[in-house]
């Protein structure tokens, strides 16, 4: 009778590590069709948090692109320049108190509806209190997310 019990015991240990496993392996994307949108939810929720944020954006085919920019900073800065793959998206500065956002729009970022995107990032701003400029690539993360029709 203890033999049973042991080898039914075994069984369901083995079962549940293998069932771990599957759920780490289709997380990190190991499995085509399970996981794949973490990359770009990953991104999204990086960017949303980052010292200059983008809160919303879409990157559409039709050259319709939107970012919701917010300043996460306890300073007001001046935004000189949003760069995506090397490209500026628009021509003129603007200020950001702290905690607040403004919408950009462009037509500059060309994808194809339905792929999939990652641009790298960078962001020229100064602070109005120190006069100090920065520029803010997201340390390394890129811009991810699925182009728009």
Do not use: H
């Amino acid at each position: 009778m203890k033999k049973g019990q042991t080898a039914t015991e075994y069984l369901i240990i083995l079962a549940v590590v293998i069932i771990i496993a599957l759920i780490v392996v289709g997380v990190l994307g190991g499995i085509p069709g399970m996981g794949g949108g973490a990359g770009s939810r990953t991104s999204a929720s990086y960017w949303a948090t980052a010292d200059v944020a983008f809160t919303s954006y879409s990157i559409s085919a039709t050259g319709s692109d939107t970012l919701v920019v917010r300043n996460n900073l306890r300073d007001g800065i001046t935004v000189t320049s949003i760069l995506l793959n090397g490209t500026a998206l628009y021509g003129t500065d603007f200020q950001l108190a702290p905690g607040t956002s403004t919408t950009i729009t462009s037509d500059l970022i060309n994808c194809t509806a339905g792929q999939s995107f990652s641009y790298s990032v960078q962001i020229n701003y100064t602070n109005s209190v120190t006069s100090a400029s920065y520029t803010f690539t997201g340390d390394g993360t890129n811009l991810e997310g699925t182009c728009a029709a």
